[in-house]
């Protein structure tokens, strides 16, 4: 049996209608996962379920704001009674960066991004991982960023937002080894979705970022799900409190 075989595991992927996270649900979906696909959107979430299983996958969608406990709890109790557990979380829901100089940030943005980029994993791990916790096992996922590990500029709250995440997916995986939980993230860099259509095809910005980036390109969505299986996988047993840099060497100067 392949070590990235998910058969028989049971997945949710949180901001998982579009983009980045829609590519790793229909990932985990293909290496044999049923996926749950999470987020306040309901129609990407549809299309992504209805890809899946028109493509012989296992999905459904439960709707639900990570930034809001209540909802954290919901979905632990629904993801009990449905499918009697969790295997894999994957902590994708995010908010991009508000472009901004400090003086031009306000408290509002500052709660927005901090509240669904970072306080959203810490109401899923919580809540999500208990039903590890019961099952003696799993793996959680954390997506971060570039932004976590470097600084870019006009982008406080999503960089410090960011930086929580790699630092929670750390101190996560001490506390929880015990329980045979692993903790791991992936920073991404620049990858091409409709999310950031705007800024790839920008005059002057793009070219700025591809200086920066030894491969010369942008990622593709469907070259960034790779690292999310890997990690889901027992293919990466022995990987806990790790940060998978998937930025086509920016971080590498």
Not at 105 to 114: E, N, Q
Not at 160 to 165: E, L, Q, Y
Not at 183 to 205: K, Q, S
Not at 229 to 251: M, N, R
Request: glycine letters at 14%.
């Amino acid at each position: 049996m392949s070590g990235f075989d998910l058969t028989g595991k049971v997945a949710m992927v949180t901001g998982g209608g579009r983009g980045i996270g829609r590519a790793i649900s229909e990932a985990l979906a293909t290496h044999g996962a049923t996926v749950v696909v999470c987020g306040r959107n309901t129609a990407p979430m549809q299309e992504t379920v209805d890809a899946i299983t028109q493509s012989g996958g296992r999905a459904a969608l439960m709707p639900a704001d990570v930034s809001d406990e209540t909802d954290a709890v919901r979905l632990r109790d629904l993801m009990t009674a449905q499918y009697g557990g969790l295997d894999i979380l994957v902590n994708n829901a995010g908010i991009d960066p508000h472009y901004a100089s400090m003086e031009e940030t306000d408290r509002s943005d500052w709660d927005r991004i901090i509240g669904v980029n970072l306080t959203g994993v810490f109401n899923c791990c919580r809540h999500l991982g208990a039903l590890m916790i019961a099952r003696k096992g799993g793996s959680i996922i954390n997506i971060s960023s570039i932004a976590g590990r470097i600084g870019l500029k006009r982008q406080v709250p999503y960089g410090a937002s960011k930086g929580g995440v790699e630092q929670l997916t750390k101190s996560l995986a001490h506390d929880w080894a015990e329980h045979g939980i692993r903790v791991n993230a992936i920073a991404y860099g620049f990858v091409e979705t409709d999310l950031t259509a705007g800024m790839v095809a920008h005059p002057h910005i793009a070219p700025r970022l591809l200086a920066r980036i030894p491969m010369g390109r942008f990622g593709r969505v469907d070259e960034v799900h790779g690292a999310a299986v890997f990690l889901a996988s027992s293919a990466s047993s022995y990987v806990t409190g790790h940060s998978l840099l998937v930025d086509g060497g920016w971080t590498a100067a």
